[in-house]
């Protein structure tokens, strides 16, 4: 590994700071390094705030050093104004020599903007270090972008012989096939993404919240698929703990690929990642449109011997680990 690459590799460890605060704007790390020892790193603030490179640039005390300095950033400094001005504009006012990045900004906004305007300025740019991995990095962002629709992750739980629910209840709440640790991830995950969805069934037979009550973080957006609004404002989904979206026949047309047309109203809502809980027939309806990004899938210690059958998928298996006693596996769209 270069020292380009090992920076870079710094501005990733700590661009994850900012996961789940910084939508819509990619969670990005910067790090100023001057004679080959770091002075300064920042991430992304949440969403209003200062950017990665703002942050780093901040962090560094004798700013004198900047102008002898190279700068290390995951995606390209923007070049536009937004909430807060353009980062290309400070790294310039600071005469920093040297930018490396790990990848362009698809926004059509910047979308190779920030370069142009560095390199009018003087600065060395270099482009394209360690770029797969500052690319899957910003997943989120690329996706909403390039593809109009959110980053989708599929997840759910499945028993040893293939279920993910029983066919019958005797209580209107969930039937617990992982682990309490299992658990516990799936609300971490909850707080890293920026909307949760499940169909109408999973409501009427659980009850959920979809809230992080055993996570810190912000609550993600609960949108609820109502074909014909059979849900009362007495289920948890409605409480004030969270927006909620409802989708139902006025809003798609149900006679039509429904997964296609929610990803549509989500993307106008902004909204530029969700994770799918289910129940089986809403997972299997975006599985069937081919339309996921990553599927997260625990195999649990309980065997129901009947009850409603575990989607199936095809996907790349990209990696598999011990939970405790629970089987996880992440798989991508391939």
Excluded at 225 to 248: G, P
Excluded at 250 to 275: G, H
Excluded at 297 to 308: C, L, M, P, R, S
Aim: proline share 5%; net charge positive.
């Amino acid at each position: 590994m270069n020292q380009h690459e090992t920076y870079i590799k710094r501005c990733l460890q700590i661009a994850k700071n900012g996961l789940g605060t910084t939508r819509p704007n990619p969670m990005v790390g910067a790090v100023v390094v001057y004679k080959d020892s770091i002075i300064g790193e920042g991430f992304t603030s949440p969403y209003g705030h200062n950017h990665a490179e703002v942050n780093a640039i901040k962090s560094v005390d004798d700013k004198s050093l900047l102008q002898k300095s190279i700068l290390y950033v995951t995606i390209e400094p923007c070049s536009h104004y937004g909430k807060t001005p353009p980062c290309s504009d400070l790294i310039i006012k600071h005469k920093i020599p040297e930018v490396v990045i790990g990848c362009v900004d698809d926004n059509p906004e910047v979308a190779g903007s920030g370069i142009t305007k560095l390199k009018a300025a003087g600065s060395k740019v270099t482009l394209g270090v360690l770029e797969d991995e500052c690319r899957k990095h910003h997943k989120r962002f690329f996706t909403f972008h390039n593809k109009k629709r959110p980053c989708i992750i599929l997840k759910w739980a499945e028993t040893t012989d293939g279920f993910i629910a029983p066919k019958f209840k005797n209580e209107q709440k969930p039937v617990w096939i992982t682990n309490p640790y299992s658990r516990q991830l799936v609300h971490k995950w909850r707080a890293e993404e920026q909307a949760i969805l499940v169909g109408t069934n999973t409501v009427l037979e659980d009850n959920p919240s979809l809230t992080i009550r055993n996570w810190e973080g912000k609550n993600p957006i609960r949108v609820i698929i109502d074909k014909d609004l059979k849900l009362n404002a007495d289920f948890k989904v409605f409480n004030s703990e969270a927006e909620t979206i409802r989708i139902s026949q006025k809003d798609i047309d149900f006679n039509q690929p429904v997964a296609n047309q929610i990803a549509t109203i989500l993307y106008k809502k902004n909204i530029n990642s969700i994770i799918i809980e289910g129940g089986a027939k809403t997972l299997q309806t975006f599985i069937h449109e081919n339309l996921w990004d990553e599927a997260r899938v625990f195999t649990g210690q309980a065997e129901f011997k009947t009850g409603i059958k575990a989607p199936k998928l095809k996907g790349q298996l990209i990696s598999e680990s011990k939970i405790e006693s629970d089987l996880l596996k992440i798989y991508a769209n391939s």
